[in-house]
């Protein structure tokens, strides 16, 4: 199953994106979310695959959402130093690969 984006983390040009992609119902959602209409579009769309990025970088991405929404209600500790090595190596391989997929 695709992961959910909170349209209040798209851009104004992403949600321009979004909102013609949906009119040709590759992605679908609600009023607070979108998502793939189906996980088969990351297989037949390379370049999408490639800005999407792997399963690997799901859960990574999860588990900090989970951290960050933990930390907002004082329930959660900020990044130790070893997951903030991991987020910053994470963060400097996905912009690399997101720039050549621009290219």
């Given at each position: 199953?695709?992961?959910?984006?909170?349209r209040q983390q798209l851009s104004p040009a992403e949600g321009d994106i979004v909102h013609a992609l949906e009119d040709e119902r590759l992605m679908t959602g609600d009023v607070d979310t979108v998502r793939?209409?189906?996980?088969?579009?990351?297989?037949?769309?390379?370049?999408l695959a490639r800005v999407c990025g792997s399963r690997e970088d799901f859960l990574l991405q999860q588990g900090w959402s989970a951290r960050a929404s933990d930390w907002t209600v004082a329930a959660g500790e900020l990044l130790g130093r070893e997951a903030c090595t991991v987020a910053f190596q994470w963060l400097r391989t996905r912009q690399t690969q997101l720039l050549r997929a621009a290219l």
């Open positions: 199953m695709s992961r959910a984006v909170a793939l209409a189906h996980e088969r579009l990351i297989v037949a769309w390379p370049t």
